[in-house]
């Protein structure tokens, strides 16, 4: 079996923390949901977010090419990861047992690796295909039921999820912003519009609420997302998407242990299936010769990965971050 380079597996680590941080947030925001409105939820959690990323964002401006460059993308990451996203999240959580709506975030998995597939060309093998179909049946097995509020709170978590995929497959690819600055785009611009529109509906806040919902948003989303967008990077939207799928069993657990959320029979048999489809996943590397085309980009990185063989005045090599060229190559090594 082909041994993953060092980045990869790094890459690996930080979508596994992103998403152990991130399912801790789901059952979390179902509490502050009993004291605040999906909106106001959404706004405060993005905002805290966008405070805990601030110093690292603020620390290396991009130049206005990568501004003038990136911004389409950034608009659509902001819009639909910020703000469309958390908000249907939101209200799924109000329609549903936060378990339940963890769990259904798997499909979210099965979304992203769809439009990475379609529109960035991402390699797909039997083994990501057989485990996003399991993933896929887990949802459907959590969804389907005479419960009205249920489905209603299943719609509306795969509705989130969709926006996410959306979100995910972008980003993974943006490079002309740091991992930081992404985030801090996302909570500042998108928790603000949706904080406003939350107290222009129900201006109804309390001080502790704010406060919880601010740490959350600043370990949830704001710690979670650079760690996944960073380790994206390393193993693409598709890899680190099926690495996040962690974070629903992180959340269903925490909602049955400290929600006092019921254990049913159907979640264990979708807790099963979404596991199986993740195992199969996690084994998916292959290699073969492929090309890298052209490009120049900012990202961080090490010249040990086989792919940055640039030299610094001073003889650094240690893992950092700068805009740099990549010239034409063609090479052979495990990938995902």
């Known amino acids: 079996m082909a041994v993953l380079e060092a980045g990869v597996r790094r890459g690996l680590v930080r979508c596994g923390v992103a998403a152990v941080l991130f399912g801790a947030a789901t059952p979390a925001a179902s509490r502050l949901g009993e004291t605040l409105s999906p909106f106001v939820l959404a706004g405060v959690l993005y905002l805290g977010a966008a405070f805990a990323v601030l110093p690292a964002a603020a620390r290396q401006r991009p130049d206005r090419a990568s501004v003038r460059a990136g911004l389409p993308r950034l608009a659509v990451a902001v819009l639909f990861g910020g703000m469309v996203g958390p908000v249907l999240l939101m209200l799924a959580l109000d329609q549903a047992p936060a378990s339940t709506v963890s769990l259904l975030l798997n499909l979210e998995v099965v979304f992203t690796v769809v439009l990475a597939a379609l529109v960035f060309r991402e390699h797909l093998g039997r083994r990501v295909l057989v485990g996003m179909a399991a993933v896929a049946t887990a949802g459907g097995l959590l969804g389907w039921t005479g419960d009205v509020d249920l489905r209603a709170g299943a719609l509306f978590a795969a509705g989130a999820c969709v926006a996410w995929a959306l979100d995910n497959t972008t980003t993974a690819s943006l490079d002309a912003f740091s991992p930081p600055q992404i985030t801090f785009a996302k909570g500042a ?6 904080l406003l ?3 222009s509906i129900d201006g109804g806040l309390t001080a502790l609420a704010v406060a919880g919902a601010l740490l959350v948003g600043a370990l949830g989303y704001g710690a979670s997302i650079t760690l ?3 380790g994206a990077r390393e193993v693409g939207a598709a890899r680190g998407q099926l690495i996040f799928a962690i974070a629903p069993f992180v959340g269903a657990a925490l909602s049955w242990v400290i929600l006092g959320d019921a254990v049913s029979g159907r979640a264990l048999i979708a807790i ?3 596991a199986a489809g993740m195992s199969l996943v996690l084994r998916s590397g292959h290699e073969h010769v492929h090309v ?14 086989g792919h940055h063989d640039h030299s ?8 950092h971050s700068h805009r740099h060229d990549h010239a034409t190559v063609e090479h052979r090594h495990t990938h995902v």
């Open 189 to 194: 611009v998108a928790g603000s519009v949706n």
């Open 197 to 199: 529109i939350g107290l």
């Open 228 to 230: 996944w967008i960073s």
């Open 272 to 274: 099963a299936l979404a």
């Open 292 to 305: 890298h085309e052209p490009v120049t980009h900012e990202h961080e990185h090490s010249h040990d990965d």
């Open 312 to 319: 610094h005045p001073d003889g650094f090599t240690g893992r």
